[in-house]
Nanobody
């Protein structure tokens, strides 16, 4: 059974940082593309960042470029999202996702999802 478990969310002041983690089990992690998405209240999920199986290819959504960084540790079956210079508009539920195919910026491409972790940025 595949499980993706996010952690590291919470309340932070504007300008602060958080690092989200997503621990994967039940799959061969090093063969999966991983993505981070976020969902604002009442909205569809928005692409945040992507990383390929080796970590050699990454890209981020336009709304977070320069502030958020995705990395992975295949030895720990974990993907991370480092979020710096957080703004109140970054407040959302953040999800990690795994895809055995090419992954990318579209949520429909991903096979598995975590349960999400809330990030709240106060002004």
């Amino acid at each position: 059974q595949v499980q993706l478990v996010e952690s590291g969310g919470g309340l932070v002041q504007a300008g602060g940082s958080l690092r989200l983690s997503c621990a994967a089990s039940g799959l061969t992690f090093s063969r999966y593309c991983m993505g981070w998405f976020r969902q604002f209240s009442g909205k569809e999920r928005e692409f945040v960042a992507y990383i390929n199986p080796t970590g050699g290819s990454v890209y981020s959504g336009d709304s977070v470029k320069g502030g958020f960084t995705i990395t992975r540790d295949n030895a720990r079956n974990t993907v991370y999202l480092q979020m710096n210079s957080l703004k109140p508009e970054d407040t959302a539920v953040y999800y990690c996702a795994a895809d055995s195919g090419p992954g990318g910026r579209y949520a429909s491409s991903y096979d598995y999802w975590g349960q999400g972790t809330q990030v709240t940025v106060s002004s």
